[in-house]
């Protein structure tokens, strides 16, 4: 039994760099372990309720998770203290106790299994695995999930963490993303502060022009010639000007986009660069878009023509009209 759960196991290894041997101290290993274990714990309570028939029997049993969790625990299946390696793995090979129906066995195995290979091995800079993990998860659970498990890998400077695998091969060294670390741990407001509701409208008017400005007050509202609230934020994006952290792309002309809204998303769609993203909030997606074209700027834009395929190559160019300067605020 034991020797199938280390076939399964994901294997940490803690290599640090400041100690006789490198040597593990240990409330290294207790912070490590102790982070990954909290991540992983979120992770399952948030993959958990997001399965209807789970939630049902949760409404009913708050214990329900509780068992979960417990059967779930990660069990140390292998350790090596030579700079402190173990393989951790939860109790999956049997069936346990009987929740609900059989399939929850398989519910277990996939869940843990997407921990493993999609969120404690995930491709952090990687613009399409941040796209996924912002489809999947909202700013809450993205912390709660990304926040301790990146607290576990450190600075670097003390200690470095490696995914192994089961003969000790190193696979992985799991550093926090260089970029775009506030798209997987967004900062939430704690305080809520009760505004007045508003609606989105679209509204066609009558307004009397400043130069080349509008200066929308009442005085210069003649008549109001159509006015309808929209259901959804889907008012027009055109940008001229895309800003990406510290990068600010002057474009020359606006983008023409397309807004829909289906299946409880938001879908910001972009003919000319093949572009489609979406979010759960007006904001979400375009900050998506944002990234996205920023995304576009880096693997095309600025990479050399040998190295791109003739598609990639008109997409570059297509850049090229459309991006009229970049400025960089760092």
Request: contains cysteine.
């Given at each position: 039994m034991i020797e199938k759960l280390k076939d399964i196991a994901f294997r940490i290894h803690i290599d640090p760099l400041k100690t006789v041997e490198h040597a593990a101290k240990v409330e290294t290993v207790i912070k490590v372990l102790s982070d990954i274990y909290q991540s992983y714990n979120n992770y399952l309570e948030i993959e958990f309720l997001r399965n209807e028939e789970f939630r049902k029997v949760f409404e009913s049993n708050k214990k329900v998770l509780d068992t979960i969790k417990e059967e779930l625990s990660l069990l140390v299946v292998d350790l090596n203290f030579s700079s402190f390696e173990?393989?951790?793995?939860p109790n999956i090979i049997e069936l346990q106790s009987p929740i609900f129906k059989n399939e929850v066995l398989e519910w277990k195995r996939e869940t843990y299994d997407k921990y493993k290979n999609s969120i404690i091995s995930g491709d952090f800079d990687n613009p399409n695995y941040l796209l996924k993990i912002v489809k999947r998860y909202n700013d809450e659970e993205r912390v709660k999930i990304f926040k301790p498990l990146f607290s576990s890998f450190g600075d670097g400077k003390e200690y470095r963490i490696n995914i192994k695998d089961k003969n000790h091969k190193i696979l992985k060294t799991l550093i926090q993303p260089e970029k775009n670390k506030e798209f997987f741990i967004p900062k939430i407001s704690v305080e809520k502060i009760d505004l007045p509701e508003y609606s989105t409208v679209q509204v066609f008017a009558k307004i009397r022009k400043q130069g080349d400005k509008f200066n929308l007050n009442q005085r210069n509202l003649k008549e109001i010639l159509y006015l309808e609230e929209l259901e959804h934020d889907t008012y027009p994006f055109k940008p001229d000007l895309i800003k990406f952290q510290n990068i600010i792309f002057v474009l020359s002309k606006n983008l023409e986009c397309i807004v829909e809204f289906e299946d409880d998303n938001y879908i910001i769609k972009n003919e000319e660069l093949d572009l489609i993203?979406?979010?759960?909030?007006?904001k979400e997606v375009e900050d998506a878009f944002n990234f996205s074209f920023y995304s576009l700027y880096t693997n095309y834009f600025l990479e050399d023509d040998s190295k791109l395929s003739d598609?990639?190559?008109?997409?570059?160019?297509?850049?090229?009209?459309?991006?009229?300067?970049?400025?960089?605020?760092?």
């Amino acid at each position: 039994m034991i020797e199938k759960l280390k076939d399964i196991a994901f294997r940490i290894h803690i290599d640090p760099l400041k100690t006789v041997e490198h040597a593990a101290k240990v409330e290294t290993v207790i912070k490590v372990l102790s982070d990954i274990y909290q991540s992983y714990n979120n992770y399952l309570e948030i993959e958990f309720l997001r399965n209807e028939e789970f939630r049902k029997v949760f409404e009913s049993n708050k214990k329900v998770l509780d068992t979960i969790k417990e059967e779930l625990s990660l069990l140390v299946v292998d350790l090596n203290f030579s700079s402190f390696e173990a393989a951790l793995a939860p109790n999956i090979i049997e069936l346990q106790s009987p929740i609900f129906k059989n399939e929850v066995l398989e519910w277990k195995r996939e869940t843990y299994d997407k921990y493993k290979n999609s969120i404690i091995s995930g491709d952090f800079d990687n613009p399409n695995y941040l796209l996924k993990i912002v489809k999947r998860y909202n700013d809450e659970e993205r912390v709660k999930i990304f926040k301790p498990l990146f607290s576990s890998f450190g600075d670097g400077k003390e200690y470095r963490i490696n995914i192994k695998d089961k003969n000790h091969k190193i696979l992985k060294t799991l550093i926090q993303p260089e970029k775009n670390k506030e798209f997987f741990i967004p900062k939430i407001s704690v305080e809520k502060i009760d505004l007045p509701e508003y609606s989105t409208v679209q509204v066609f008017a009558k307004i009397r022009k400043q130069g080349d400005k509008f200066n929308l007050n009442q005085r210069n509202l003649k008549e109001i010639l159509y006015l309808e609230e929209l259901e959804h934020d889907t008012y027009p994006f055109k940008p001229d000007l895309i800003k990406f952290q510290n990068i600010i792309f002057v474009l020359s002309k606006n983008l023409e986009c397309i807004v829909e809204f289906e299946d409880d998303n938001y879908i910001i769609k972009n003919e000319e660069l093949d572009l489609i993203v979406w979010g759960e909030t007006r904001k979400e997606v375009e900050d998506a878009f944002n990234f996205s074209f920023y995304s576009l700027y880096t693997n095309y834009f600025l990479e050399d023509d040998s190295k791109l395929s003739d598609g990639a190559i008109r997409l570059k160019n297509g850049l090229k009209t459309i991006i009229k300067s970049v400025i960089n605020e760092a």
